[in-house]
């Protein structure tokens, strides 16, 4: 009986000290910002910002960027799929610029990313499907034809439609 007592008071001092649980971007460490997902539903992003005195600095701001899977909302990612799907938690905004770096996108298509970080996954998804690439797809065929799909990525980050003398040679290559 004791035990429990001593549990129930460790819980509602924990619960105090961590609030009502919602995260607010504005709120987080620099540390825990980029990855997380505040209560609202929006992105945290990392920005740096320069103070009067000409100091540079970080701070985590609410982005734009809604979460497209409702159950991903009020969370802090885990360092485990951090390092599992290849991210940085130092990355300043939300750019597709990683999936340009094979390192990084064969991280993300691992089965122990993909799998079991449906956060990470589905920021990519979401950034990937901007850039005119279907994530899985492109996971599923990236052994096997390479990064065609991610040529049309620029290093800016914006999509390039592709040619229809590309379009007729990707055919041509494509057929039987």
């Known amino acids: 009986m004791e035990l429990i ?6 819980s509602l001092l924990v619960h105090g000290a961590l609030g009502s649980g919602e995260i ?3 709120d987080l460490s620099v540390g825990l910002c980029t990855y997380s997902v505040a209560s609202s539903g929006k992105r945290c992003s990392l920005e740096s910002y320069e103070s009067i005195e000409g100091r540079r600095g970080y701070q985590c701001k609410t982005s734009e960027v809604l979460v497209s899977n409702i159950d991903i909302t009020n969370l802090i990612e885990s360092d485990e799929c951090i390092s599992a799907c290849g991210a940085d938690r130092n990355s300043l905004g939300i750019s597709s610029d990683s999936l340009l770096e094979s390192s ?6 691992s089965q122990q990313c993909y799998q079991k970080c449906p956060n990470i996954v589905d920021l990519y998804y979401n950034l990937a499907l901007g850039e005119g690439v279907y994530l899985p797809a492109f996971c599923k065929g990236r052994n096997l034809n390479g990064r065609r799909e991610m ?15 590309s379009i007729a040679l990707t055919l041509e290559a494509d057929a039987p």
């Open 24 to 26: 607010v971007c504005e």
């Open 104 to 109: 990084f996108t064969s991280k993300l298509c």
């Open 5 to 10: 007592t001593i549990f129930l008071g460790f």
């Open 151 to 165: 040529s049309q990525i620029q290093s800016s980050g914006v999509a390039c439609a592709p040619s229809a003398a």
